[in-house]
C-alpha cells in the first residue's frame, strides 16, 4: 500500500473512511476487514470491471480471511433499472446474507448505485463498502451515500441514501480505462472547480493533460481534493436540504439529456454533465449573473482535453419534460444550480418553466449546430 491517504466523511455514527491510494486493491481484504462485522462478504460487479480486477480482490479478500462469492453484472447505465434491481436482490437473498453481511461494490457509479441500493434496502439495510475503479466513481458517486436506479421518467428517481463504511478508491484501477471513460470522470473533477475552488479549477487547467495521460500523482492529487470537497458538503448536508445541493452542478440539464439519449451508451454520464456545465454558464450569462468572458472560458478547457461539446437528436419539450420531472423540482419550479463566476455556484429556483424553455430552444439549436461541424 503506497502512499495512501485517508478522508474522513464526519456522519456521527455512520461516518467512514475515503482510502485513496495506490495499490490499494492488494490491501482491500484488510482495509475491508478493518470496518466489517462478519467475516464474508458479496462482491457486485460487471462483466468489464470482473475481466480486469475481480481476480485481484478475490486474493485480497482471501489475505484477510474472508468467505465470499460474486454476482457479475452486464455492463453500462441500462443495467441500472427495476429488472436489474430485482434479479440483483434475489440472487443477494439466494446467498442466506445477514445484515452484517458486507456487499461489495467493485466498479464504476453503475455498480455502486445499484448495489448500494441493494444494500439500502434488503434486510431494511446491509452493510456496503464501495470499491470505485472508475475515476467518476472515485471523485463523486462513490462518496456521499446516494444509490438509486434508473426509470423511463428519468435519471435516478428510486433510490435511498444509505452510507457506505468504507470507501477504497484505487487511482491504479484507472490505468484500464479509455480516454473517454477518464474525461467523462474528468467531468466531476472540473466541476468541484467550478462550484466552490477557483484555484483547483485554474490547477486542473494547468495539469489536465498529463493528469489524463497518466500521471499518478496528479490523478492521486485530483481524487483527494475532489474527495474532500465531497466529504465536507455530505458532513454539512447529508440529505440535499442545503449547500450539498450546489454539487448538482449541471445534472439537472445532464440528466435530462442522458434520459432523451435514452440512457445509452451514446451519451456517458460524465458526457451530459460536462454538455449540462456548460449548459448552466450559458444560462447563467443570458441571464447576466455571470460574466461571458467566464463562460467561454470553461468552455475552451472542455474542448482542449476534448469533453463533449455537442448532441444532436434533442427536443427541447422533451428535456424541458424530463427536468420537470427532477427529483429536486419545488412547487413546480426546476431547481438549476447557476453560476456567479467560476467558482462561485448557487442554487436557483428562481427560472420560469417559461424561460428555461425559451432558453432550451435556443441550446438545442446550438449543440445540434455543433453536432453537424464535427
Given at each position: 500500500?503506497s502512499?495512501?491517504?485517508?478522508l474522513r466523511?464526519?456522519?456521527?455514527?455512520?461516518?467512514y473512511d475515503?482510502?485513496?491510494?495506490?495499490q490499494?486493491l492488494?490491501?482491500?481484504g484488510a482495509l475491508?476487514?478493518a470496518v466489517?462485522?462478519?467475516?464474508?462478504?458479496?462482491?457486485?460487479?460487471?462483466a468489464?470491471v470482473?475481466?480486469?480486477?475481480?481476480?485481484a480482490?478475490?486474493?485480497?479478500?482471501?489475505?484477510?480471511?474472508?468467505?465470499?462469492s460474486a454476482?457479475?453484472l452486464?455492463?453500462?447505465?441500462?443495467?441500472?433499472d427495476?429488472a436489474?434491481?430485482?434479479?440483483?436482490?434475489?440472487?443477494?437473498?439466494?446467498?442466506?446474507?445477514?445484515r452484517?453481511?458486507?456487499?461489495v461494490?467493485?466498479?464504476?457509479?453503475?455498480v455502486?448505485?445499484?448495489?448500494?441500493?441493494?444494500?439500502?434496502?434488503?434486510?431494511?439495510?446491509?452493510?456496503?463498502?464501495?470499491?470505485p475503479?472508475?475515476l467518476?466513481?472515485?471523485?463523486?458517486?462513490?462518496?456521499?451515500?446516494?444509490?438509486?436506479?434508473?426509470?423511463?421518467?428519468?435519471?435516478?428517481l428510486?433510490?435511498?441514501?444509505?452510507?457506505?463504511?468504507?470507501?477504497?478508491?484505487?487511482v491504479?484501477?484507472?490505468a484500464?480505462?479509455?480516454?473517454r471513460?477518464?474525461?467523462?470522470?474528468?467531468?466531476?473533477?472540473?466541476k468541484?472547480?467550478?462550484?466552490?475552488d477557483?484555484?483547483?479549477?485554474?490547477?486542473?487547467?494547468?495539469?489536465a493533460?498529463?493528469?489524463?495521460a497518466?500521471?499518478?500523482g496528479?490523478?492521486?492529487?485530483?481524487?483527494?481534493?475532489?474527495?474532500?470537497?465531497?466529504?465536507?458538503?455530505v458532513?454539512?448536508?447529508?440529505?440535499?436540504?442545503?449547500?450539498r445541493?450546489?454539487?448538482n452542478?449541471?445534472?439537472?440539464?445532464?440528466?435530462?439529456l442522458e434520459?432523451?439519449a435514452?440512457?445509452?451508451?451514446a451519451?456517458l454520464?460524465?458526457?451530459?454533465?460536462?454538455?449540462?456545465?456548460r449548459?448552466?454558464?450559458?444560462?447563467?450569462?443570458r441571464?447576466?449573473?455571470?460574466?461571458?468572458?467566464a463562460?467561454?472560458?470553461v468552455?475552451?478547457?472542455f474542448?482542449a482535453?476534448?469533453?463533449?461539446?455537442?448532441?444532436?437528436?434533442?427536443d427541447a419539450?422533451a428535456?424541458?419534460a424530463y427536468?420537470?420531472?427532477?427529483?429536486?423540482?419545488r412547487?413546480?419550479?426546476?431547481?438549476?444550480?447557476l453560476?456567479?463566476?467560476?467558482g462561485r455556484a448557487?442554487?436557483?429556483?428562481?427560472?420560469?418553466?417559461q424561460?428555461?424553455?425559451?432558453?432550451?430552444r435556443?441550446?438545442?439549436?446550438?449543440?445540434a449546430?455543433?453536432?453537424r461541424a464535427?
Amino acid at each position: 500500500m503506497s502512499e495512501a491517504r485517508r478522508l474522513r466523511v464526519e456522519l456521527g455514527t455512520r461516518s467512514y473512511d475515503i482510502v485513496v491510494g495506490s495499490q490499494l486493491l492488494r490491501e482491500a481484504g484488510a482495509l475491508i476487514g478493518a470496518v466489517a462485522r462478519q467475516k464474508r462478504a458479496i462482491v457486485v460487479t460487471d462483466a468489464n470491471v470482473a475481466h480486469l480486477h475481480l481476480e485481484a480482490l478475490r486474493r485480497a479478500l482471501d489475505a484477510g480471511g474472508f468467505a465470499h462469492s460474486a454476482i457479475v453484472l452486464p455492463p453500462g447505465e441500462e443495467t441500472k433499472d427495476f429488472a436489474h434491481f430485482q434479479k440483483l436482490c434475489d440472487d443477494v437473498l439466494a446467498l442466506g446474507v445477514e445484515r452484517t453481511t458486507p456487499i461489495v461494490a467493485l466498479g464504476g457509479g453503475v455498480v455502486g448505485d445499484l448495489a448500494g441500493f441493494v444494500a439500502a434496502t434488503l434486510l431494511r439495510g446491509l452493510d456496503y463498502v464501495q470499491v470505485p475503479t472508475t475515476l467518476l466513481a472515485q471523485v463523486d458517486s462513490s462518496v456521499g451515500g446516494k444509490t438509486a436506479i434508473d426509470t423511463r421518467h428519468g435519471k435516478n428517481l428510486v433510490g435511498a441514501f444509505h452510507q457506505p463504511s468504507l470507501v477504497i478508491a484505487d487511482v491504479d484501477t484507472l490505468a484500464t480505462l479509455p480516454r473517454r471513460e477518464l474525461l467523462a470522470g474528468y467531468a466531476e473533477v472540473v466541476k468541484y472547480g467550478l462550484i466552490r475552488d477557483r484555484a483547483f479549477y485554474e490547477w486542473l487547467e494547468a495539469s489536465a493533460e498529463p493528469l489524463l495521460a497518466g500521471d499518478i500523482g496528479l490523478r492521486r492529487e485530483a481524487v483527494l481534493r475532489s474527495c474532500a470537497a465531497k466529504a465536507a458538503m455530505v458532513a454539512a448536508d447529508e440529505r440535499e436540504a442545503g449547500e450539498r445541493a450546489v454539487l448538482n452542478f449541471g445534472h439537472t440539464f445532464g440528466h435530462a439529456l442522458e434520459a432523451a439519449a435514452e440512457f445509452g451508451p451514446a451519451l456517458l454520464h460524465g458526457e451530459a454533465v460536462a454538455l449540462g456545465m456548460r449548459m448552466a454558464f450559458d444560462l447563467s450569462v443570458r441571464l447576466r449573473l455571470c460574466p461571458a468572458d467566464a463562460a467561454a472560458r470553461v468552455r475552451r478547457h472542455f474542448a482542449a482535453v476534448g469533453l463533449r461539446t455537442e448532441i444532436g437528436g434533442v427536443d427541447a419539450d422533451a428535456l424541458l419534460a424530463y427536468m420537470q420531472k427532477d427529483k429536486k423540482v419545488r412547487d413546480g419550479r426546476v431547481t438549476l444550480i447557476l453560476a456567479r463566476d467560476i467558482g462561485r455556484a448557487f442554487v436557483s429556483h428562481a427560472v420560469s418553466s417559461q424561460d428555461l424553455h425559451r432558453f432550451l430552444r435556443d441550446e438545442v439549436k446550438t449543440l445540434a449546430h455543433a453536432a453537424r461541424a464535427l
